[in-house]
């Protein structure tokens, strides 16, 4: 199993509503990660779990708060969102998170109203 | 920090004929060097990785150079297909490993 399932597919919130986004991965990576895409850009590091530890947060605003329950999941909850974070979030993980393949999921398209 | 550069931005080729992308970056420390591929609306997937310690890596229709003393990387696709039509991303590990991105190419096959 190479996959790494992200839901929802797509999302629609308010800028007053709290959801999550959740990510899970069954291939035994110990690194997740949590990027933001942009139309016509490249990936954009959010957050790096390693081995069930945050060990990088790429000064996200604290409206984007991520959770890593066990080494399969990883959450990213969204709360008091603005327009400008509308935005392809992706997640992916790789084995150890020292320069090995990072594998992506398909990603959550997120519009903030 | 590390900052890696992609050109072209843009780069249509006639099928059948070879398309190549060019990556610099600026660490000398960076020892990982992938290429994602990314079709409209779906993930980034790898299609060719290298390290430091080789120069040269070959699947199929795919080749990736890398040339340790300049800094820079480049992406070879022989005998391109329509579905080859993507944007490529090109990028580097960093001193945590973690991977700093060039900023695309869309490769466009013309029929």
């Known amino acids: 199993d190479t996959e790494v399932t992200q839901t929802p597919k797509h999302l629609v919130m308010g800028m007053t509503n709290k959801k999550s986004l959740k990510c899970e991965q069954h291939m035994g990576h110990r690194a997740m990660y949590w990027y933001k895409q942009k139309a016509k850009k490249p990936p954009e590091l959010m957050f790096v779990y390693s081995y069930e530890k945050l060990s990088i947060n790429e000064s996200v605003p604290s409206r984007f708060s991520p959770e890593c329950p066990n080494s399969s999941l990883l959450n990213l909850h969204l709360h008091a969102l603005q327009p400008e974070d509308s935005a392809l979030y992706l997640c992916?993980?790789?084995?150890?998170?020292?320069?090995?393949?990072?594998?992506f999921g398909q990603g959550t398209r997120l519009t903030v109203v | 920090g590390e900052n890696v550069e992609q050109h072209p931005s843009t780069l249509s080729v006639q099928e059948g004929d070879s398309a190549v992308i060019k990556c610099t970056y600026s660490d000398s420390a960076s020892n990982y060097f992938p290429w994602y591929k990314q079709e409209l609306g779906k993930r980034p997937q790898l299609i060719i990785d290298?390290?430091?310690n080789v120069g040269e890596k070959k699947d199929q229709r795919i080749a990736v150079t890398l040339n340790k003393t300049a800094k820079h990387f480049s992406l070879h696709i022989t005998e391109t297909q329509p579905e080859d039509s993507a944007v490529y991303f090109c990028a580097a590990s960093d001193s945590n490993y973690q991977l700093i991105w060039g900023a695309g190419t869309k490769l466009i096959i013309k029929p």
């Open positions: 992916a993980s790789s084995q150890d998170g020292e320069g090995t393949e990072a594998f």
């Open positions: 290298i390290r430091s």
